[in-house]
């Protein structure tokens, strides 16, 4: 990845958490799960990191997927609102590498 700027690190940071929260949020509307509130974003990954609807299969792919998200949510949160943050591009290449995980585990999940 060649973002050299912080600038750019921010944006990369925020398009990949937005790329792993909307494939976790459609993956719940099917399952009927709607936005509950403005806390919809931490509800979202905690519903994955406890397994919550989860067919029996699925509870340790939902789990990690909970906690990467979670991850992510908190970088994304940073890059949004912490105007001292700062990433290496060693950094920002892990935080897309794990929603990219993010959103192929959630395609790899058992239909429900």
């Not at 990369?12 to 459609?26: D, E, K, Q, T």
């Not at 105007?83 to 290496?88: H, L, M």
Request: proline letters at 4%; charged letters at 35%.
């Amino acid at each position: 990845m060649a973002c050299r700027s912080q600038f750019m690190r921010r944006l990369v940071i925020n398009r990949a958490y937005y790329a792993a929260f909307h494939g976790a949020r459609s993956r719940l509307r099917e399952m009927g799960v709607h936005d509950a509130d403005s806390r919809f974003h931490r509800q979202v990954w905690k519903r994955f990191e406890r397994g919550d609807g989860a067919p029996p299969p699925d509870v340790r792919a939902w789990r990690t997927i909970g906690e990467l998200g979670g991850r992510i949510r908190d970088e994304r949160t940073r890059a949004d609102y912490d105007p001292w943050a700062a990433w290496s591009a060693d950094d920002c290449a892990r935080i897309v590498a794990d929603a990219r995980e993010v959103v192929n585990r959630i395609g790899a999940l058992t239909s429900r």
